[in-house]
């Protein structure tokens, strides 16, 4: 499972679905209603398109993350959003009420794509969960959720930049996101529970280097 969700990447990039929206999926589009932090979807079930915490969902060209999908079941069900937050730990910020026409998006392919990236780097790519490296056995992901979150960005802005051109900005965006995940790459880290006593991989640009003790 990735170590990131759609909303980390707005803290990189807060217009990132006006600026590259067209290269994710769509879960759900319609009119909507915004109240309180509950949005409403004229017809649509949320727990039947695959809408979960950590979407993205525009309204009226303003971007909110999803925080909790209460209303699953029912066509017309809420969803709870906020405005972008630091951490998804963080206290729900709701946003003003609106009317208008909303759309949930995902870029979950290229986070995946990226999350394939990162396991490879660290050379836990094809782990079973009976294996003592495991991703499932991380527990401190900080540093590798910027690496995955720049790695995903970049492929994002690559994606982006196949109807523009190779001299286009969302190409020069893709280049700068490559170079900031090796720059983070090179202190990035992750710690595991469960396995050897103090294991720790850590992530460089061209090598990988396990620590014990």
């Known amino acids: 499972m990735p170590f990131i969700t759609d909303r980390d990447l707005l803290m990189f990039e807060p217009t990132l679905c006006r600026d590259a929206g067209w290269v994710a999926a769509t879960l759900a589009r319609g009119t909507c209603t915004l109240s309180s932090g ?11 398109r695959d809408i979960v915490a950590g979407q993205l969902v525009v309204v009226s060209a303003e971007t909110y993350e999803i925080t909790a999908v209460p209303g699953g079941g029912t066509a017309g069900g809420s969803i709870s959003v906020s405005l972008p937050r630091p951490s998804d730990s963080g206290v729900p910020i709701p946003p003003a009420d609106a009317t208008g026409l909303a ?7 290229h986070i995946e794509a990226a999350h394939e990236i990162i396991l490879q780097q660290l050379g836990i790519a094809g782990m079973t969960a009976a294996d003592l490296l495991h991703e499932s056995r991380i527990t401190r992901t900080a540093n590798i959720k910027l690496v995955e979150a720049c790695v995903a960005l970049e492929l994002i802005f690559a994606a982006a930049a196949g109807a523009s051109g190779p001299a286009s900005a969302a190409r020069q965006r893709s280049e700068f996101y490559s170079r900031r995940a090796s720059a983070l790459a090179a202190i990035a880290a992750v710690e595991y529970t469960g396995g050897p006593v103090g294991t720790r991989i850590r992530l460089t640009t061209a090598s990988r280097q396990l620590l014990r003790g």
Do not use: C, N, Y
Request: glycine share 12%; hydrophobic share 45%; net charge negative.
């Open 38 to 48: 509950d949005l409403s979807i004229a017809g649509v079930d949320p727990g039947s």
């Open 103 to 109: 759309q949930v998006l995902t870029f979950a392919r």
